[in-house]
C-alpha cells in the first residue's frame, strides 16, 4: 500500500470536507464517500506508485489512498474542483461524466502493454457506470487483449437517486470477483451530492 492510512482517517477527511460544504465554504458539488472504507483499503493493498488509478466524480478516498497529501487534496476540493480531481504526478485522475475515465484507462493499459512499461491500471467506475455499452466494450477488449487493468465496480445501489437493480430489473448483484473485475457492495450515509444539510442533489 502507498499510504499507512486507516478507516479512521478516511472518514476524518470526508467529515472535514462535509463540515465545510454544509458551512458554505465550498460553492461546487462534492460527492462523499462513505461505508466502503474496508473494501476500498483492501483494494489499495496491491495498488503501488507506478500504477495507474481513474476514477469517477467521488474520488476523494482514491486520491488519498493513492498518495495525494491531504492537504494538496483538500485545496482543489475547496477550490470547486472536486467533481474531477487529478493529480498526474501521482497517476490518478477522475472525471465528472459518467463512464468518462473508462475508456481512457483502456488507452493508458494498452500503452503499458505495448510498449512493455512497468504498472497496471485500475479502474474505478459505479454500479451504474458498469451497466453501460462503454463500460462493457472496455471490459471485454481488455479481457480479451489481456491488458494489465482491473476495473473495480463500487456498488452503492443507486445512480444518483435512481435504483440500479430497478432500472434493469435484476436483483442485487453479489459480491464478485472474476478476470480483471471487482465488485463490492456498500451503503453510504450521504446524499448522491453534497453533505445532506445546507443542499442536496
Not at 470547486?80 to 493499459?109: D, M, N, Q, W
Not at 512499461?117 to 457506470?129: E, H, I, L, Q, R
Request: aromatic share 10%.
Amino acid at each position: 500500500m502507498i499510504t499507512s492510512l486507516a478507516e479512521e482517517d478516511l472518514l476524518n477527511f470526508e467529515l472535514d470536507i462535509a463540515s465545510e460544504f454544509d458551512s458554505g465554504n465550498i460553492k461546487a458539488p462534492v460527492h462523499l464517500h462513505n461505508g466502503n472504507e474496508t473494501q476500498i483499503l483492501e483494494v489499495f493493498k496491491d495498488i503501488r506508485e507506478e500504477d495507474w488509478v481513474f476514477s469517477t466524480w467521488r474520488s476523494h478516498y482514491h486520491c488519498l489512498l493513492k498518495g495525494v497529501p491531504v492537504v494538496k487534496l483538500k485545496k482543489a476540493i475547496m477550490d470547486h474542483r472536486s467533481i474531477g480531481l487529478c493529480f498526474p504526478e501521482y497517476k490518478i485522475y477522475s472525471s465528472g461524466i459518467v463512464t468518462g475515465s473508462i475508456p481512457t484507462s483502456v488507452g493508458v493499459a494498452m500503452n503499458i502493454k505495448r510498449l512493455g512499461k512497468k504498472g497496471m491500471v485500475y479502474c474505478f467506475v459505479g454500479d451504474m457506470g458498469a451497466e453501460t455499452g462503454s463500460f462493457h466494450e472496455s471490459y471485454n477488449y481488455s479481457v480479451r487483449h489481456d491488458l494489465p487493468i482491473m476495473f473495480i465496480i463500487e456498488d452503492n445501489g443507486v445512480s444518483v437517486c435512481t435504483d440500479t437493480n430497478k432500472t434493469w430489473n435484476k436483483e442485487h448483484s453479489p459480491p464478485l470477483i472474476k478476470n480483471k473485475m471487482i465488485r463490492y457492495i456498500y451503503k453510504s450515509k450521504w446524499p448522491h451530492a453534497g453533505a445532506g444539510s445546507r443542499v442536496q442533489f
